[in-house]
């Protein structure tokens, strides 16, 4: 069986979200946009109660609920064997589910199959209310009948049996996974998949209880602690006519106290010492539930049997090529998959099938696959490129809370460059915040395909803007930009006829020495205008710089060891930051060329 489809009313930080889920579903977004909360809207649904922690008014959207407010989730699950309601009788029945049809087109409810395609479906509602007189939170997970009906007020609805969520198989990894126990009997996921092989080994477990209650060296029968217990013994016996005496032993001697005594050892290598799990690395204690789980789903496999598998930030602990090898194993062994994660490197290995970018705007979330934008062979190479080779790179400006789309490649360099000089001697100072990084996202732009580049990421990023030249390319694409059915409500340019180069001079200029003290540059610079004409030029026989990381890398260094010039580039970071979230910045102003839709900010030094 599978999950085609996810609603979700009015829980935490979402108002509303409609999210059409594959077989496997990796979800990507800017903090907060409401990947955990979609992980944990699942494990409502369909995972045991402990799987999230207790609902509280806050996990209302508002968090303030009012007596008519409710979260709602709701799943629809298809994939039926036969897709006929009369070989399912488990979950189609009058006290059960009422069978719906999905068109697989549109993956659309319709009142009756149109075809061999339609899909027989099924729909669970997990509903919840704050009871503003008793203070508590009241919870329902039930069978959609009616969609228009409170469940809450009629009292007549079916519920989700438990055989029928563990016939599902759904399991969570969540992101705190650092319990070193997982692989022990005090451990129900253990206590799990030892029952759905051949049982506990209850010959070993009762050997083991026999050994402990008579071992053939009692502790206190040592010489060190014998003449305590012997004392302690003999006022045992002025009191009870039983004779009572005094034994120390390991476990509780039965058989459950020999299971709860037992801790996971690791031992590396044939002839490593065993060391507790308690003592491991970080990486090796968070792989527990994975292994585990991985375990369980291939019993489950073998017996015919659903698996879905969510997990919460598969990177944790785990170097990249390890990441890479959990989420492959993870995806090849799971009926479904979801996957929430911040790392590129998870989200980079993808397909783009599986790849969903998560937006919240004002508690409405949205999730758009990369497929739907994917590269296509009618793309010019340098978008191509954005989701093939640099795949990785554009998924990260994507997790960021804007998108720059900058002219070049040098342009985009020389911006990277700049940041890390200044974040780099960042202080504890308020003033020498830098926030460029934080918030915006570069994208490598190469041949110039700015206005391709944009078409292609917009239905992405709802804050995705570009950043073009003043001179008259530049001006082009503002114009390509804004003749476009859905421009963007923002562009940036340079001054007239300035290039990157000339906003690294303005930036030099507030210190004009330091040209002096630019290292790895033959012949030496004299002057900042020589710089600017240099980084414009490629023409190496003439001292030309352009495209030289080393001579970048240079520019950078000296910028980031002289104050006034790591002001000025803080002070230009920070404005493009702030133009990028949709604010207004003393260091542009409106250029001519915008319109009511599209808005162009112009740098002024």
């Excluded at 120390?248 to 065993?274: C, I, K, N, Q, Y």
């Excluded at 003592?279 to 539930?289: E, W």
């Excluded at 994975?290 to 879905?308: D, H, K, T, V």
């Excluded at 003290?517 to 600017?532: F, M």
């Amino acid at each position: 069986m599978q999950l085609l489809t996810l609603s979700i009313r009015n829980f935490r930080g979402i108002r509303q979200a409609d999210i059409s889920l594959g077989l496997h579903n990796v979800f990507i977004g800017a903090n907060n946009c409401g990947k955990t909360t979609v992980i944990e809207a699942l494990a409502l649904l369909f995972g045991r109660d402990r799987l999230v922690r207790a609902l509280t008014e806050h996990d209302f959207f508002g968090g303030n609920p009012v007596a008519t407010d409710r979260i709602k989730l709701t799943a629809t699950i298809v994939g039926f064997p036969g897709n006929d309601p009369a070989k399912n009788t488990d979950w189609f029945t009058p006290d059960r589910a009422v069978p719906k049809w999905i068109d697989p087109e549109t993956r659309q409810l319709i009142p009756e199959p149109r075809d061999a395609k339609s899909l027989l479906a099924c729909q669970i509602e997990f509903a919840a209310r704050f009871d503003r007189q008793n203070l508590e939170i009241e919870t329902a997970r039930y069978f959609v009948d009616d969609e228009d009906c409170d469940v809450f007020d009629e009292e007549n609805y079916h519920s989700v049996p438990q055989r029928l969520l563990r016939e599902l198989g759904f399991f969570l990894i969540p992101a705190n996974r650092a319990w070193d126990r997982v692989i022990s009997f005090g451990s129900e996921l253990f206590r799990r998949v030892v029952s759905s092989g051949d049982g506990l080994p209850s010959q070993s477990v009762l050997a083991e209880r026999d050994r402990l209650r008579a071992p053939t060296e009692p502790v206190e029968n040592d010489r060190q602690i014998s003449p305590i217990i012997t004392a302690l013994n003999n006022e045992l016996h002025g009191f009870f006519q039983t004779v009572p005496s005094l034994r120390l032993r390991v476990t509780s001697t039965d058989s459950e106290g020999v299971l709860d005594a037992l801790v996971p050892h690791f031992a590396h290598g044939v002839d490593g010492p065993v060391i507790p799990a308690r003592r491991q690395g970080t990486g090796l204690v968070s792989l527990q539930s994975l292994l585990l789980l991985l375990q369980l789903g291939r019993r489950r496999a073998e017996a015919g049997q659903s698996f879905w598998m969510a997990m919460e930030e598969p990177e944790l602990h785990i170097p990249p090529p390890l990441q890479r090898r959990v989420v492959q194993r993870l995806q090849s062994l799971s009926r479904q998959t979801f996957i929430s994660t911040h790392s590129p490197t998870v989200a980079g290995m993808s397909d783009p099938r599986a790849l969903a970018v998560l937006r919240n705007i004002d508690g409405v979330l949205t999730s758009t696959s990369l497929d739907s934008v994917k590269s296509q062979a009618s793309d010019k190479n340098g978008v191509r490129k954005l989701f093939e080779l640099h795949r990785q790179d554009t998924i990260a400006a994507l997790m960021h809370d804007a998108v720059l789309i900058p002219e070049g490649l040098t342009d985009g360099e020389l911006l990277e460059l700049l940041t890390a000089a200044v974040d780099a001697q960042q202080t504890w100072e308020s003033d020498d915040e830098s926030r460029f990084s934080a918030h915006v996202g570069l994208v490598r732009t190469r041949d110039a395909a700015v206005v391709d580049t944009y078409k292609r990421l917009r239905s992405l990023h709802p804050k995705t803007l570009c950043l073009v030249d003043g001179d008259v390319k530049g001006k082009e694409y503002i114009a390509g930009l804004g003749a476009l059915p859905e421009p963007p409500s923002r562009a940036l340019r340079w001054c007239d006829d300035w290039t990157i180069e000339d906003v690294v001079g303005w930036v030099v200029d507030a210190a004009p020495e330091l040209v002096n003290g630019i290292e790895d540059i033959a012949p030496p610079i004299a002057s900042v205008q020589e710089l600017v004409a240099r980084l414009k030029s490629d023409d190496r026989s003439d001292g030309g710089l352009k495209q030289n990381r080393v001579a970048y890398e240079g520019v950078a260094q000296a910028i980031a060891s002289t104050p006034a010039a790591r002001y000025r580039a803080r002070e230009l970071l920070n404005a493009v930051t702030e133009e990028a979230l949709g604010k207004r910045s003393t260091l542009f102003s409106d250029g001519v060329e915008g319109k009511a839709n599209f808005l162009v900010r112009v740098f002024k030094p």
